[in-house]
């Protein structure tokens, strides 16, 4: 049988925070740029597509979303499971989870989230951990509905 470093939870925990580190100080990184360059961005105060919620709202949205992520990880690291998914999930969670901590990152340390890639006109501007986490999303919503692959042997 060969080795395969993926196969092991200290190989997979690696991939998940190389991946997810990755993200956030690649994105991190091109803001800061754009910012220094005077390049175009927008800055987002308020939630998808620049809805603006009441700031209690949003706070409370914050705070619910966070809690039940906190949650899921820890149960699902109490069991264990999260080190038997494929390598393909983890990539998602991992491209889902950096894409959300640079977009985190922004909004405590700028005040707004930077969006800086303009697709075309009637769509609005994004940046580069919307689209991680969209890739993410769609890792992880294609290997649920696969049901077959979704767990490493």
């Known amino acids: 049988m060969q080795y395969n470093f993926l196969t092991k939870s200290i190989g997979k925990t690696f991939f998940f925070l190389s991946i997810a580190s990755f993200v956030v100080a690649f994105d991190q990184f091109l803001k800061y740029k754009i910012r220094q360059d005077d390049g175009f961005f927008l800055c987002n105060r308020g939630i998808s597509f620049g809805i603006q ?5 949003f706070w409370l949205t914050i705070g619910l979303f966070s809690f039940v992520v906190l949650y899921c990880c820890v149960f699902l690291y109490k069991k264990r499971s999260v080190l038997r998914f494929s390598v393909s999930v983890l990539l998602g969670l991992a491209l889902f989870t950096g894409g959300v901590l640079s977009n985190l990152l ?26 991680s986490i969209f890739l993410g999303s769609c890792f992880i919503l294609f290997f649920l509905l696969s049901k077959n692959r979704f767990y490493s042997e």
Not at 53 to 57: E, M, N, Q, R, S
């Open 53 to 57: 919620p009441p700031d209690i709202v």
């Open 106 to 131: 922004d909004r405590f340390l700028v005040g707004c989230v930077l969006d800086y890639i303009p697709f075309f006109k009637p769509f609005p501007v994004f940046n580069l951990a919307d689209v």
